[in-house]
C-alpha cells in the first residue's frame, strides 16, 4: 500500500524538523516521503485529506502487563498487599494462554484508540502475546519476567532466540519480574546471560519504599545498588516505576545508560509515590511513560500519564518543571529506544511508518496558539482520528482494522472473567 | 420533545436506586419517566435505542472561568506570578464582551464533549455568559467576582436580582473574586448584601499556601478564618480550590455548611498542592469538581478531574481512599447543590433532564466488571455519545446542536487571540 496524507500538519520530533505544514507518503512499512508537496510519488493506492489535522509519532507505551484487562476495575480500592493476593494471584493463576491471546487483543484495541503504537509488555504466555501482537499487526517489544515461581535464565535465552527472530513487529528484551521476587542464584544466572549477550536488562525497580527497604534488609544495598552490584544493568536497560530512587541510584543509572519508564496513574492509585522525573531528567537519564495494566490504572490512556508525568513534576518541582515538549520526547521516542525499535521514533524518510492523526478540530485543542503544549495539557483519545502501525492503518475514527471483531474480543474478555473463581 | 430511551444501563445517583436496566423519558425539559418499560408513554417524537450503554445524570463543573479559552496553552510553564502579571492580566484587559460571548461558546462545546451540563463560572462580562449560555441551551450558575479593581456590593445586589429571573438555565450566586483581591470595605458591604438576602457567598479561597499567609499577615487570621469573622458564611457557600486548609478553617466550614470546590489538574499544573479532599470527606464537608480555566488546565474535561481527585488522595492516604462512588457523587451532585440547582442532580421522573449516554461498548470500559470503577478510573470524553441539558440534545456522536457552528467559534477565537497585543 502506498498511501499520501496531504493537507497535514507535522510533528516529527526528529530533533531538526520544526511544526509544519505539507504531506508524508507512506510505502509499505516505511515512511517515504516528507515534504511540502508529494505529487511526484503517485501513483497512491490512497489518499487521506488531513483537513489541518496533525502527524505525529505514535506512542510508545513503555510498561504494561497487557493481559491484566481481565481485572479492569474488579478490585479497587483495596492497599496493594490484599489487592495482590486476595484478588490479581488466584485469578491470574487461572489464565489460559487462549486467555491471555484475548486479553491482549483487547488491550491493543485500546492502546489504538489512545494512539499507542508500540506496547513493551510484561506478561505470562508470550507466546500468546506475540500471536495477538501479530495477527492484529500491532509492534510489540516482549520482556522475559522469569522469577522465582517460574522462568529460567536458559528459558529466557531461548526466548530471546526465538522473539528476537521471529516477527519484524516483535523485539524481545531480556528481564525478570522484580528483585523481590527473585532470589540469587536466578539473578546471577540472569546476569550471566546478559554478559554473554552483551544486551540490557528490565525489571520493576524501586516502585514502593517496602520493596527497597526489603532490598536492603536481605542485602545492605537498595534494590539498584543490588542488581548493579551483580552486574545486571552493565550493558543497560531499565526499570519500571523507578519512584524510590536515591542519589546513589540515580548516578548507577546514569552510568549505565539507563532508561527510567515511569507510570504515573498506577503509581498515584496504587499509593506508591511519585517518581523523581525531574530528577532523572536534570541527570540526562532518559524517561519514558507507560501505562501498566489495567489492573491497576485502570486505562490505558497515554494522554493521561502525559498530563500526569507534567503535573506531578509541577507539583514538586514548580509551574515551570517538565514541559509539553519533553513530554513529548518521552511519549513518542524514549520508549521505543527501550523497546530496542530504534526506527519508528520519529517521522522521516525511511522511518518505520508508526503515526497518528491528531483532531485539531475539536473544541479542547483550540485556538492553536501551542500544538505541542495542547497535546499534552489538553489532549484526549478524543484527538485521535487515526492509529497507523509499519504502514497499516489499525485505527480509524472509531473503526479497529486489526482483522477480528471487537465485539467477539469484549464478549470473549467477560466470558474469561466471568468464568473465574 | 417527548423522547425515549431504551435498552439503556441507568445510574440514577438517586442514593436509593441501583444501577439497572431499563429506560428513562424526557418529556420538555424534564425526566417523565423511569421504569423497566415506558412504551405506555407513546407518542414519541424520538426513541433513541441505548445500545446497553450507560445514562448517568450530566457532570457539573463547579468553577471554571470558561472566557479563559483563548489563553489556552498560550503562556504554560511559568510560575503563578508571572504567569498572572506577563500574560493573563494585559491579555484579559484586551476581551469584550463580544469576545467574551464566543469564548464562552468555545468552552461549552468543550464541556458538551466530557459530559458536563453545568458550569459555575466566574468570569468578566456576565451578560455575554448568560447569552452564550441561553443561546447554546448549557446550564450555567454565573457568580459574582467583585474586588478592588471593579464591582461593588449595590452591582452585586443588581446582578443578583436581574440573573436570578432571567432564565430557567440560569441562577445567580453571590460572590467576589478573592480575599487576596478584596479589601474590608467591599468584603464588608458583600457581607451586608449576604445578610440581607441571606445567600450562601462563593470565592477562590486558600488557593496558595502565599495566599493564606499574606492574610494572616494583614489580619492575624487565615483567609476562611477572616472572611468568616466578617460573616460572609454566615448562609452557608464555599470555596474554590481549598487547597491549604486548616483544621480551624475546616470546622468553619463544617459548621457553616459551605462546599470544597477542588480543581486538582489546575492545582497541580500551576503547583498549588494538592487540596485536602479525604479530610473533607471525613467531616462531612460536600465536595465538588472543577476543572478552572483552560489558562491553567489547559482541558475542561470532567474525566480528568475525576481520576485526579481519587489518585492524589489515594497517593497521599492510601490505596483505599475516596473511591469511584464517592467521585461519582462530586461530579454529578454535588456541584449541582453548590450552584442552587436542586433538581438536576440526579435522574428521577420531575427532575431536569441534564444526563449523559456513556458508550460502554469501548476496550477502556471491557469487560463490565464495575460500571462506577470503569467510568471514574478508566472513562474518558470518547466515552460520552450523548450530552442532553434540560431535554435538548446539545451534543451526539460528535455532533453539536447548539445553534451556531463551530468552525465559526473556532476561526472567531482564533482571530480574537491573534489580535491581542
Not at 517515504?32 to 487521506?48: G, V
Not at 494512539?115 to 510489540?140: C, V
Not at 549505565?256 to 525531574?278: D, E, F, W
Not at 491497576?296 to 518541582?317: A, I, P, W
Request: glycine residues 8%; proline residues 4%.
Amino acid at each position: 500500500m502506498k498511501i499520501r496524507f496531504f493537507n497535514a500538519r507535522i510533528l516529527p520530533l526528529d530533533d531538526k524538523t520544526p511544526l509544519s505544514i505539507g504531506e508524508l507518503v507512506v510505502d509499505g512499512s516505511t515512511i517515504l516521503a516528507m515534504q511540502s508537496d508529494c505529487a511526484q510519488f503517485s501513483p497512491f493506492d490512497r489518499e487521506i485529506d488531513c483537513g489541518g489535522n496533525l502527524l505525529l509519532p505514535g506512542f510508545k507505551n513503555a510498561h504494561t502487563h497487557s493481559g491484566m484487562t481481565f481485572l479492569r476495575s474488579l478490585a479497587d480500592d483495596l492497599p496493594l498487599q490484599r489487592w495482590l493476593t486476595e484478588q490479581v494471584f488466584p485469578k491470574e493463576a487461572q489464565l489460559t494462554p487462549e486467555s491471555v491471546y484475548v486479553l491482549t487483543k483487547l488491550a491493543i484495541l485500546e492502546y489504538l484508540t489512545s494512539g499507542i503504537t508500540l506496547m513493551f509488555d510484561m506478561y505470562f504466555s508470550r507466546e500468546s502475546i506475540a500471536s495477538a501482537a501479530i495477527d492484529t499487526g500491532f509492534r510489540t517489544a516482549l520482556v522475559g519476567c522469569a522469577n522465582d515461581f517460574g522462568g529460567t535464565a536458559a528459558e529466557t535465552a531461548d526466548e530471546y532466540a526465538r522473539y528476537s527472530a521471529l516477527h519484524p513487529l516483535i523485539s524481545y528484551q531480556l528481564g525478570f519480574h522484580a528483585e523481590y521476587t527473585t532470589s540469587y542464584p536466578l539473578l546471577r544466572d540472569l546476569s550471566d546471560l546478559a554478559h554473554s549477550l552483551k544486551q540490557p536488562f528490565y525489571t520493576h525497580l524501586n516502585e514502593t519504599q517496602a520493596e527497597v527497604d526489603s532490598c536492603v534488609a536481605h542485602s545492605g544495598m537498595r534494590t539498584i545498588e543490588y542488581l548493579d552490584s551483580l552486574g545486571l544493568f552493565d550493558f543497560g536497560g531499565g526499570g519500571y516505576h523507578c519512584v524510590h530512587v536515591s542519589e546513589h541510584e540515580m548516578e548507577i543509572m546514569q552510568a549505565r545508560g539507563m532508561t527510567a519508564v515511569t507510570c504515573p496513574a498506577s503509581n498515584l492509585k496504587l499509593a506508591s509515590g511519585i517518581a523523581p522525573v525531574y530528577e532523572f531528567l536534570e541527570r540526562g537519564i532518559p524517561v519514558a511513560i507507560g501505562t501498566d495494566g489495567a489492573a491497576s490504572n485502570n486505562c490505558l490512556d497515554m494522554f493521561r500519564e502525559m498530563f500526569l508525568v507534567t503535573g506531578l513534576q509541577k507539583y514538586r518541582h514548580g509551574a515551570g518543571a517538565v514541559d509539553a515538549n519533553e513530554v513529548l520526547r518521552m511519549a513518542c521516542r524514549n520508549g521505543a529506544y527501550a523497546c530496542g525499535f530504534r526506527d519508528c521514533d520519529c517521522l522521516a524518510p525511511g522511518k518505520q511508518a508508526d503515526l497518528i492523526l491528531i483532531d485539531l478540530n475539536q473544541p479542547n485543542m483550540q485556538p492553536l496558539n501551542n500544538i505541542e503544549k495542547n497535546i499534552v495539557y489538553s489532549g484526549s483519545k478524543q484527538n485521535v482520528c487515526l492509529t497507523m502501525i509499519a504502514g497499516r492503518v489499525l485505527y480509524e475514527r472509531g473503526e479497529f482494522f486489526i482483522g477480528d471483531d471487537p465485539e467477539r474480543i469484549y464478549a470473549e474478555s467477560a466470558r474469561i472473567i466471568r468464568s473465574m473463581k
